[in-house]
């Protein structure tokens, strides 16, 4: 074929410009880490990744309804427990009360402490956690119980509880289509089978009133006021372990997702490397013949 | 007649020719690297014999012809497969800039913030009461909101920048459909005195060749020399006549867009191939799908959100009924001004409850609810799926333009290899000419000697 010097030119010039194009996408690969830059380098891939992308973030956020989940249970759980170690002294308090050979002042004294066991016990009822009412269904802005107090002493009187109601339940997400409810109800806790303001009320009258048989009639109520609670209590405990549960879950899923991106979207440094070194080899040999090629002409040998 | 002076007259008229034939490589040499042109060799012939004893007797040389070296198929080969590589580049290169748009995957593009734009509800629903929660979630669709803003109105400017292309290219027709007429006019009155008119042809033909790019071109030569050229079914270039393309215009769902009519009768001319078929088609075809279906997401996002949000309650607990995105499409989406004014009224609550975010909850499960494409696909399959379909497009783009630019450089090798000059090739003519002139010179020097000794040396 008649060879003109425009040709060899113009052919080895695209040669080597597609030689440098292949370098350049290699390039970019390693640079930017990801085998995927644009949805041209590969259509389905992208699909994927755009897809797994999402699901990493719910993922993650997931997780994080479950931290705020996790908190508030652990807190709930600490509180309950504490409400418990007052119940425990209420009793204690009880039995000691009941006993006929305890003497008057001794009984004042008990009752003054049962009067600081029910305020100790009404403050845990309207705890906050994170400024919201722990006890309140969702009218967490709104204290659970408020007190009517006796004008003279200050001492509490009577407890009465939000009228809009304890029910309402806090949800939180802990997977796809996965809603946890997260609280207690203070109905639940203080006026289930047993009214635990009431209690100590009676526990406290009944030591003021220096009368040994009423105090003895308390106790009864005082374990119920327990087992209310141990109920309350563990609800709270299977609520942890459903969300520990769903956590470790979350964690695996994330794992799994986090790689199929990676392989998805990730470039292949070896291979890329591998490939880029012999594409520079390819593109010195083309320069290399490029001169051997390009510069000699007939003009040199003549004379 | 063979005389001595006979015997002159072929020398003279050899060194004639040679210097001639030099002329000719000297010219193919200087214009070596001059686009579109043709290498012109000299087609050499014996001028007519004279009757002599014992037979007929040569009288030498001459140049019969200037011969263009070039092939007219490969000519018109090379003109289609431009076409297509024009078509093809337009594609490849706007399909491009809609990828870098769209910029995914990537942190900064819908894709993320809506899913952003999801979690910012859940996070709600942890903690309604909150401000902060509430102006999350503000944030958050007001990053989704300019996100959609400015991939409508930079697709939009595509469609305007596309317009403005073809304005160009339109310019640019005329402007090369004037050239190639005159060009006719000078090429018809060389050849009819007999000649070729090599370089202007050349002329002609680069210039044919850059029409084709534009546009699907076809090309009849008549027998005066002069090129007919129709563009799009439709006369251009008649002899020394032009037909003016010129530019109307039509109303589109993105704004006024141009259309190339044809000279006096406004008729809009449809093209099949070259830059102008890809931009058309771009403009009127590919991206105002991407722009549909950017609206489409929008007004149905628009329209469930709102519809799960004024069915909740804001956080003074009695406040329901509200929208939260203002607009209907793309182009004008937006946050409810009463809403931007005032965060708390956002209904995280489906009783007016404070402490009660399902609402928020529901609103951002919205993702998972199968609400596009006639409720079968969520609005994250949607999307994704319109970026695999952008990937596939831009793919076909990117190979076809490569696929047609190397037929396209194979066509030009060989044209290459008919016209081209080969400074090798015409070195070794000029040495070939050199040793024919010089040869010729010594034959009038002999002659000459002869003639000295006829006339000095004969005789008294």
Same mark, same amino acid.
């Given at each position: ?16 410009? @597609? ?56 807190? @709930? ?153 141990i109920t309350a209590q563990s609800r709270i405990g299977a609520k942890e372990n459903r969300v520990e549960g769903a956590l470790s879950w ?21 291979k890329e490397i591998a490939d880029l070194e012999q594409q520079e080899v390819i593109y010195q040999s083309t320069l290399a013949l490029g ?13 | ?49 004279? =009757? ?14 200037? /011969? ?29 800039e809609v990828e870098t748009i769209f910029n995914e995957p990537s942190d900064s593009s819908l894709n993320n913030a809506l899913v952003e ?42 469609? %305007? =920048? ?46 044919? =060749? ?40 039509? %109303? ?29 088609? &771009? ?7 991407? &722009? ?49 004014? =005032? ?25 998972? /609810? ?19 379909? &952008? ?14 630019? &190397? ?8 044209? /290459? %290899? ?43």
């Amino acid at each position: 074929m008649r060879v003109s010097n425009d040709m060899i030119s113009r052919i080895f010039l695209l040669n080597l410009e @597609n030689s440098v194009t292949r370098i350049l996408r290699i390039q970019e690969r390693i640079s930017t880490g990801r085998r995927i830059n644009r949805p041209s380098d590969d259509p389905i891939g992208t699909t994927k990744a755009l897809n797994l992308r999402m699901l990493e973030k719910l993922n993650e956020q997931y997780q994080k309804n479950i931290e705020d989940a996790s908190s508030w249970l652990n807190f @709930n759980d600490s509180v309950l427990d504490d409400l418990q170690t007052a119940l425990n002294r209420a009793k204690g308090i009880a039995i000691q009360g009941s006993d006929s050979t305890l003497n008057t002042e001794d009984r004042i004294a008990l009752a003054n402490e049962t009067n600081q066991l029910l305020e100790h016990i009404f403050s845990i009822a309207n705890s906050k956690f994170r400024g919201k009412y722990l006890f309140s269904g969702t009218q967490t802005t709104t204290p659970p119980y408020t007190a009517t107090r006796d004008g003279t002493t200050g001492e509490i009187t009577a407890v009465a509880s939000n009228p809009a109601g304890l029910d309402g339940e806090i949800q939180r997400e802990i997977g796809q289509g996965v809603r946890l409810s997260i609280n207690v109800s203070g109905n639940d806790v203080f006026t289930k089978d047993v009214d635990i303001f009431q209690t100590l009320m009676d526990l406290r009258d009944a030591l003021k009133a220096d009368d040994p048989g009423q105090v003895g009639d308390v106790l009864d109520d005082l374990d119920t006021a327990s087992h209310q609670l141990i109920t309350a209590q563990s609800r709270i405990g299977a609520k942890e372990n459903r969300v520990e549960g769903a956590l470790s879950w979350l964690q695996d899923e994330n794992l799994n997702i986090v790689k199929l991106l990676s392989e998805t979207e990730d470039a292949d440094f070896i291979k890329e490397i591998a490939d880029l070194e012999q594409q520079e080899v390819i593109y010195q040999s083309t320069l290399a013949l490029g001169k051997r090629i390009i510069l000699p002409s007939l003009i040199d040998f003549i004379k | 007649m063979s005389s001595l002076i006979g015997i002159l007259d072929i020398g003279k008229r050899a060194l004639s020719v040679y210097r001639l034939a030099m002329n000719i490589t000297g010219h193919n040499v200087a214009n070596a690297n001059t686009p579109g042109f043709s290498r012109q060799r000299p087609i050499l012939a014996t001028t007519l014999p004279i =009757d002599y004893n014992p037979g007929q007797l040569g009288t030498g040389v001459k140049i019969a012809e200037i /011969q263009r070296m070039r092939d007219r198929f490969l000519d018109l080969q090379v003109r289609e497969e431009t076409s297509s590589v024009g078509q093809w580049e337009k594609r490849q290169k706007v399909l491009g800039e809609v990828e870098t748009i769209f910029n995914e995957p990537s942190d900064s593009s819908l894709n993320n913030a809506l899913v952003e734009f999801w979690n910012s509800w859940q996070d709600l629903a942890n903690d309604p009461e909150n401000i902060s929660a509430r102006v999350a979630v503000r944030e958050k669709a007001e990053v989704l909101c300019n996100t959609f803003h400015r991939l409508n109105s930079k697709l939009r400017r595509i469609i %305007s =920048d596309i317009n403005d292309s073809i304005k160009g290219e339109v310019e640019e027709i005329n402007s090369l459909a004037q050239r190639i007429a005159k060009l006719n006019d000078q090429i018809v009155s060389i050849e009819s005195k007999g000649e070729n008119a090599n370089d202007l042809r050349d002329q002609r033909d680069l210039l044919i =060749d850059q029409l084709s790019k534009i546009a699907n071109i076809s090309t009849v030569e008549l027998e005066d020399g002069s090129a007919t050229i129709f563009m799009a079914g439709n006369s251009l270039v008649e002899r020394v006549n032009t037909v003016t393309l010129g530019i109307t215009f039509h %109303s589109s769902p993105y704004g006024v867009v141009l259309d190339v009519s044809y000279g006096q009768s406004g008729q809009t001319l449809n093209f099949t191939d070259g830059e102008l078929r890809g931009l058309i088609d &771009l403009r009127d075809k590919v991206i105002p799908q991407y &722009l549909e279906n950017l609206d489409s997401l929008a007004s149905t996002l628009i329209e469930r959100v709102n519809s799960q949000h004024s069915a909740g309650y804001g956080l003074d607990g009695s406040t329901t009924g509200l929208d939260f995105f203002s607009g209907s499409d793309a182009l004008n989406i937006g946050l409810a001004t009463t809403i931007e004014e =005032d965060v708390s009224l956002i209904a995280a609550s489906t009783d007016g409850s404070p402490g009660n975010g399902s609402n928020a909850l529901a609103i951002s499960n919205l993702a998972h /609810q199968l609400t596009m494409n006639g409720n079968s696909a969520t609005f994250g399959d949607f999307y994704q799926s319109l970026m695999g379909n &952008l990937g596939i497009l831009s793919q076909e783009a990117s190979q076809n333009y490569t696929n047609n630019n &190397l037929l396209l450089s194979q066509l030009e090798n060989h044209r /290459q %290899s008919v016209s081209g000059v080969s400074l090798d090739e015409e070195m070794t003519n000029m040495i070939n000419y050199q040793h024919s002139f010089e040869a010729a010179a010594r034959i009038i020097s002999t002659v000459d000697e002869m003639m000295n000794t006829i006339i000095n040396g004969m005789g008294a």
